[in-house]
């Protein structure tokens, strides 16, 4: 079947599809920069395995090992994906020049010139996140540490990040999600469950004592369960966060999805908090029974996401990805998980939503259940196809091609 025939289907239902393909052009989803390197980043020792609650798996041959060839990397990415896409650092990745290193609580602007310049070349914005994990000082307690100088070497690292955010925002135009997120907690089960909170919170306030435009950069708090070392007990819990967000004004809920109870699902919490909230941040990643941070595919818990960001309002929430995997190729885990996320929110903006509202409110739902089983076999692939052409992106078909000529020619060159 042919877009002209699929454009006509979905229009005999009120749906249009050219309207559905140019809004999700508009719509940024951020790129994470750690899928390229296993979260290594720059500023630490990379033979050092990772702390904090952060694990790799996997040895795939090919990973990035300097800013030059992650920042080519993205490049073969940004080739062989459709629509809005802007860059998601995290602190580790700060670029030194001519033997200068920093330590983190002591991060300038300027340690991030180069992926400015990178980003400003490609019409990218980006958003960043403070690095809470490997390094010395994670103990494995950071913002709620006991110890007073290491909560003040993790607090001036926020506050620089703040600083960092801000000059993203100004050069490149676009707002800047800073997103705050520990591996904080205790492996076994803790004595004293509230003190680590009460320093947690009384460590983010005085980060956020930071000045900062508040329209260019939105802070955000992450929530986990349980990270690597840190089964027992996560100081950032769920309900931490929702709570902390929910009491300032000037502070975004961010929702991973790998981040919750293996029976809860994140589609069913966004209009939970977009009820009393004007944004939302969303990490979208695949948990396989606990955060593994698998690649995203197009399935159902991804497609019900993007359906609930539609109805309840796609410019009010930000989207990002979050996934690390060693164990394929790099470049194709980045690419088909970017493509899953546009094709599922695709999928979301060619669902007849009032339609089937109007059903729900009328208390009509044998009609409903119809209906939606119905959409399921809609011809979806042909406009998805023409999503990609307009982009000027390969259809999936052929884009791993190009990513097997680049295994071939430049990652299988690295050691």
Request: overall charge negative; glycine content about 6%; charged content about 30%.
């Amino acid at each position: 079947m042919s877009y002209a025939e699929a454009k006509q289907k979905y229009a005999a239902l009120g749906i249009d599809t050219d309207a559905a393909i140019a809004k999700l052009r508009t719509v940024p989803v951020a790129l994470h920069c750690w899928q390229g390197d296993d979260v290594r980043g720059f500023d630490t020792d990379p033979s050092k395995p990772l702390t904090g609650g952060i694990q790799t798996t996997g040895n795939y041959p090919g990973r990035a090992s300097t800013p030059e060839q992650l920042m080519a990397d993205i490049d073969e990415v940004l080739k062989l994906i459709p629509g809005k896409a802007k860059m998601n650092l995290h602190a580790s990745y700060a670029i030194f020049e001519n033997g200068e290193w920093a330590d983190r609580d002591r991060l300038e602007p300027k340690h991030f010139r180069k992926w400015v310049e990178y980003c400003k070349a490609r019409g990218l914005g980006c958003d960043f996140n403070p690095t809470f994990f490997s390094h010395p000082k994670c103990d494995p307690l950071t913002l709620s540490s006991t110890d007073p100088e290491t909560r003040k070497f993790w607090i001036d690292h926020g506050k620089a990040c703040i600083r960092i955010s801000q000059y993203l925002a100004e050069e490149l135009g676009e707002p800047c999600v800073m997103n705050i997120w520990t591996g904080d907690g205790y492996k076994d089960v803790p004595a004293d469950r509230l003190g680590p909170r009460v320093r947690y919170k009384e460590s983010i306030d005085e980060i956020l004592t930071e000045p900062r435009d508040k329209d260019k950069v939105y802070v955000t708090v992450e929530s986990k369960v349980f990270g690597i070392g840190v089964e027992s007990y996560t100081v950032g819990s769920a309900e931490w966060c929702l709570k902390y967000a929910s009491g300032r004004d000037d502070v975004v809920c961010l929702m991973d999805c790998g981040h919750y109870h293996p029976t809860e699902v994140v589609s069913d919490k966004i209009s939970s908090i977009l009820t009393y909230d004007d944004h939302l941040a969303l990490h979208i990643t695949r948990p396989v029974r606990w955060d593994s941070d698998h690649v995203v595919l197009f399935d159902d818990e991804t497609r019900e996401i993007c359906r609930e960001i539609v109805r309840c309002g796609i410019d009010k929430v930000f989207i990002a990805l979050d996934y690390f995997d060693a164990s394929i190729n790099r470049i194709s885990a980045w690419v088909n998980g970017f493509r899953n996320t546009q094709k599922s929110l695709l999928y979301a903006l060619l669902q007849n939503n009032e339609a089937l509202k109007k059903l729900q409110d009328e208390g009509n739902f044998t009609r409903l259940m119809t209906e939606q089983e119905r959409m399921k076999t809609m011809p979806f692939g042909d406009v998805w196809d023409e999503y990609c052409r307009v982009c000027g992106a390969p259809d999936d078909g052929s884009w791993f091609l190009e990513s097997e000529r680049y295994e071939k020619e430049e990652l299988s060159k690295r050691k």
